[in-house]
């Protein structure tokens, strides 16, 4: 599976498919990575490849992932939008549909946040978080 380099970060990422680019991130809290698809509740990337152009990758330095980069203690949400924006961006793609499981919710919340006119929709599955009502 390809990597690629920018600056001081390298990720590791797979696509499957053809049409619309769909992102999609497993959940698996910090250890979001691209072999724990068969663990989700549905795998995004089998699902939707015959539809879109399913695009993953390893979270930077998820646990059991080969994505690499320094830790970001002041915006560490951010960081990780701008490595989804800049792959992205290495793969020639503008505009993007996300799905985000557990994790990927607040991955979708801040891609949303900082480029909402290349998120053209975002499916957040099982997203992260509770309230005492609902546990």
Same mark, same amino acid.
């Given at each position: 599976?390809? #990597? $690629?380099?920018?600056?001081? +970060?390298?990720?590791?990422?797979? /696509? +499957?498919?053809?049409? $619309?680019?769909?992102? %999609?991130?497993?959940?698996?809290?910090?250890?979001?990575?691209?072999?724990?698809?068969?663990?989700? +509740? $549905?795998?995004?990337? /089998?699902? @939707?490849?015959?539809?879109?152009?399913?695009?993953?990758?390893? !979270?930077?330095?998820?646990?059991?992932?080969?994505?690499?980069?320094?830790? !970001?203690?002041?915006?560490?949400?951010?960081? @990780?939008?701008?490595? !989804?924006? %800049? #792959?992205?961006?290495?793969?020639?793609?503008?505009? @993007?549909?996300?799905?985000?499981? *557990?994790?990927?919710?607040?991955? %979708?919340?801040? #891609?949303? /946040?900082?480029?909402?006119?290349? +998120?053209? %929709?975002?499916?957040? *599955?099982?997203?992260?978080?509770?309230?005492?009502?609902?546990?």
């Amino acid at each position: 599976m390809p #990597l $690629f380099t920018k600056g001081d +970060v390298t990720i590791h990422y797979d /696509e +499957v498919g053809s049409g $619309f680019p769909l992102l %999609a991130t497993p959940g698996g809290g910090l250890s979001s990575i691209m072999s724990g698809w068969p663990r989700q +509740v $549905f795998n995004a990337m /089998e699902v @939707f490849k015959d539809d879109f152009r399913c695009i993953t990758m390893d !979270q930077r330095n998820a646990n059991g992932g080969e994505s690499t980069g320094p830790v !970001q203690v002041e915006d560490p949400w951010g960081a @990780f939008a701008d490595d !989804q924006l %800049a #792959l992205m961006d290495h793969l020639g793609i503008q505009e @993007f549909a996300f799905i985000g499981y *557990c994790i990927g919710g607040p991955f %979708a919340m801040k #891609l949303i /946040e900082r480029a909402p006119d290349r +998120v053209a %929709a975002a499916v957040l *599955c099982q997203p992260v978080g509770h309230a005492s009502k609902t546990p």
